[in-house]
């Protein structure tokens, strides 16, 4: 029988958009009606609207996003190493080059942190000895700054990266391909936050020259170390292993420490390497960051896929990466956040959203993760049942959820992961970004943290940019 | 102004919950900074710039508030500041997590997935991507909504047809599917009868009139006013009528519409003679010659098409058209026009359902009375002022340019009813002709503002007597106003109420008959 005519034989039961009496009259009647609450989606974008229309259950962007969110979850990110990125990066050993967190941003354009971090990695290398003299160079070309993300890199805050920097190696086991991230500072005067001055030079010099060697023996006595189950059990430890990393980074001590007392490495760099990790609760969230990283970064390049397989943000600008459309930037101003400051501090002080770090939320941990980590939804005031809340309504943009990683609050639900842009543009849900705040000057370091979500606009453009690569596919058909 | 410290020795709290009332006590009335944070050096030298700086000794296990304002203000703040660190948060517990209401199609079938049609009545705008979206999601789709462009019309009705689903509209206005209303509806019994209409108040007419007969519907069909354009072709109407054909409930098919293009109406007619049972097919104002065809039933009006239908299924021979009037029916109507001053001459049709303003300008033409219109049929002419009638005229309430920015006048007949309420005391008029639409979505009682208007008519008449009202009710006895309790107060008010629209025009149409032949009688009198 034809479709049409079965649906004589099925009880009618309607979804009713628009004057909600008509779903009344439906229910009066003895029918069955939902009533949607309803909103023009895309920010009342018609064109827009129209081209996520035809992206709705379309069955290429179907099959794509089960590709893409089988390679996200096949994905097995391992800590293989710690190498210099001159060694690890060819581009490093061709150039100067500095890398920074979020999508591509010009000198002129950066915000005060992003700017003093590279100013400070640029004398970290030799390349000037003072900041005006770093400065010039950058302003004459002399430098290169581009995305951490161009290069498989990801890194919290500014991100910033510079070839004598060590970075952590994250092998993803299943495809074998890598990624990487830098090495937590700290808190207080950091280069993340765009501080640049002597302790923080020091401090480079030695997590360059004495933590990563060390650390690097370490690991070759360790062997390769398993991410994902030390995020699973952080978060059942409240951790959500973006803003909160206690956990997880006691969990990586009880780990490193037996291998570093066997490295073979002089004691007092054992010690400090020990001392340094354990001051730092934070120390774990570069390789939570890589590890997602290695796990998004599978999943990207499945045309007509529309999972979100990046995040991050410049302090300036959000950027978006869809897979399909493998590498291109989709970016929109942030969002405001929010948060809670330090005393002293106010959003007036705060520098836009910053950091590569949202790389957490895209592969469902973070802000997708609040229901395991209640502590992190009190920065706005929330309660516990906001974070669930959180969680949950995060589902309702995913593709799915990754059961690598559960919450107890949810009874153990996994979390919702795969950002679909047509479900974000379509509800007007937005991701949400567990954030710290930075100043807005260069130096001043971290005066708050909260919540914010990835802006709108960037996903109605990428929908867009989708829907022509599917008519494409489709055979150009209008 | 003071700064003020209280210290809580090993009283470790999470820096967020600190974080927290630092917030709440910093929004106090003069207080000009506060901070509650553990002792850690970081956070005193936090507090050392900003201005805060602790004299007490305190360790990192020790909890300090701080605050800098006026004396009582930085009281009330720590007061206030100790009794937030001694409270419990309150319990959300699970009762506040609830998932919201969707807000789109594809979150709402993925919730509910028995769900099959969507009902759209959102602004044109958007209304065609919602219809995409539901075709997408295999759903059948019902578009309200109007102000869609052919071409994505066109797009829209043929996905549907590479989906095999059912596209009711744009501009679709009532749909009647396993005995549910959509949109403006009857309440009609279920039956053998199925309908396939493209305009809305002439598929409300079938069906009601079947009704009335004692029959019933299977199912009522929109295809929204402009599927039968060239543009489009007919898809709408082609699917419908393919899906009654296979329907083992539907015994006749029923197809009502505006006259379709030529090369449109040849289509639909040669599928419908495959059809494999009895079609009435009524095209209003089409020459019958063109439409019949072997196996199809021509029907001559919107009521008569229900006859015709009621026959077929009762494998019955087709009732004529009701032409000539009743003996008793002319002799209500001369009683009625009796009183009428001879120079009262013209037909004044204030309606509400475009199809029954169109109807009746056919059957006012064909009984020899060109009027205006602001939707004239062939041989009518475009009014020239909408707000002011002048000779005969016919117009349609509901048609856009009255409907802008307020309520059709099937759901508020205000504006309806104060232009009845203007051909009533314009002397010129002979008879005023109306619609009362029932069902869903109409109005709960659209009789009841009418009767004031029509005592208020007589009222400002004094002794002259008012034009002739001629009405008819298109509902059904089930409906939520009940159809007969609607007559018995219309006919209380001396309103002359048909059966049908057609007939109602056919009545008009009497009465303007009388007055010319009157005013002839009187020339003619006066010439002797």
Known sequence: ?478 | MQIKHQIFRNRYQDSVSLMQISARISALADIAQASVVMGTPTNQAQLVEAGLACSESAGPNDLIIAVRGSAAACDEALALAATALDSKPASGGESSVVEAAPNNLARAQALHAEANLALISVPGDYAAAEAIKALRLGMHVMLFSDNISLALEKRIKTFAQQQKRLVMGPDCGTAIINGMPLGFANVVKRGAIGVVGASGTGVQEVTCRIDQLGSGISQALGTGGHDLHDDIGGLSMQAGLEALAEDPATQVIVLVSKPPAREVADRILAQAQKAGKPVVVHFLGADPASVARPGITVAHTLAHTAEVAVALERAQAAPAVASALSAQDAQLLNAAAASLAAQRSDIRGVFAGGTFCFEAQLLCQRAGFVAASNTPVKGNSMIADRWQSHGHTLVDMGDDEYTRGRPHPMIDPTLRNQRILAELTDPATAVVLFDVVLGYGAAADPVAELLEVCSKARQQAAAAALPVLVAHVCGTAADPQDRARQITRLRQAGVLVADCNAQAAQWASHVALQQAARRTAGVAGAAQ
């Not at chain 1, 591509?104 to 971090?117: E, K, L, R, S, T």
């Not at chain 1, 000037?128 to 003299?133: H, I, Q």
């Open chain 1, 1 to 478: 029988m034809n479709i049409r005519t079965s649906l004589f034989e099925q009880p009618l039961d309607v979804i009713n958009l628009g004057l909600a009496s008509f779903a009344d009259n439906l229910v009066l009647a003895g029918g069955a009606a939902t009533q949607l609450d309803w909103q023009p989606p895309a920010l009342g974008d018609v064109a827009a609207g129209l081209d996520l229309a035809w992206l709705i259950n379309h069955p290429r962007v179907e099959a794509a996003n089960q590709i893409a969110f089988e390679r996200y979850l096949a994905a097995q990110p391992a800590l293989i190493d710690v190498q210099f990125a001159r060694d690890t990066l060819p581009a490093m050993a061709q150039r100067k080059l500095i890398l920074h967190a979020g999508p591509p941003i010009a000198w002129a354009d950066m915000c005060g942190p992003m700017q003093g971090a590279i100013v400070g990695a640029a004398i970290f290398e030799g390349w000037a000895d003072s900041v005006e003299a770093a400065t010039a160079l950058v302003e004459a070309g002399q430098i290169d700054v581009e995305p951490c993300h161009h290069h498989n890199v990801v890194g919290p805050m500014a991100g910033i990266v510079s070839p004598s920097m060590p970075l952590w190696v994250i092998q993803n086991t299943t495809n074998g391909s890598f990624a990487y991230c830098n090495f937590n500072e700290g808190l207080g005067k950091v280069l993340r936050f765009g501080a640049n001055g002597p302790e923080v030079l020091e401090r480079l010099h030695w997590m360059t020259q004495e933590l990563a060697p060390t650390l690097q023996a370490a690991l070759k006595v360790l062997g390769p170390l398993e991410l994902k189950p030390i995020m699973a059990q952080a978060l059942h430890m409240g951790d959500e292993v973006h803003n909160r990393n206690a956990a997880a980074t006691g969990l990586l001590l009880k780990r490193l420490v037996p291998a570093l007392l066997r490295c073979g490495q002089p004691a007092d760099h054992v010690q400090r390497a020990i001392e340094f990790i354990y001051s730092n609760d934070h120390f774990f969230l570069n390789l939570s960051m890589a590890a997602c990283k290695a796990m998004t970064d599978a999943a990207s390049g499945v045309p007509c896929s529309s999972m979100v397989t990046v995040m991050a943000r410049n302090g300036v600008n959000f950027g978006i990466q869809v897979s399909g459309t493998g590498k291109r930037w989709y970016q929109a101003p942030a969002n405001p956040i929010n948060g809670l400051y330090f005393p002293g501090y106010s959003a007036a002080d705060a520098t836009a959203d910053l950091g590569d770090s949202a790389i957490t939320e895209t592969a469902g941990v973070g802000g997708f993760a609040m229901a395991s980590s209640p502590a992190i939804v009190k920065f706005v005031g929330g309660t516990p049942a906001d974070a669930t809340q959180n969680s949950r309504r995060m589902q309702s943009i995913t593709l799915g959820s990754n059961p690598a990683f559960t919450l107890p609050a949810l009874d153990f639900a996994p979390t919702a992961a795969g950002v679909d842009i047509r479900k974000v543009v379509d509800s007007g849900t937005l991701p949400i970004i567990n954030t710290g705040i930075a100043h807005k000057l260069a130096g001043v370091g971290q005066i708050g943290a909260g919540i914010t979500t990835a802006p709108m606009p960037g996903f109605i453009e990428a929908i867009r940019a989708l829907a022509e690569q599917v008519r494409l596919a489709d055979g150009g058909a209008a």
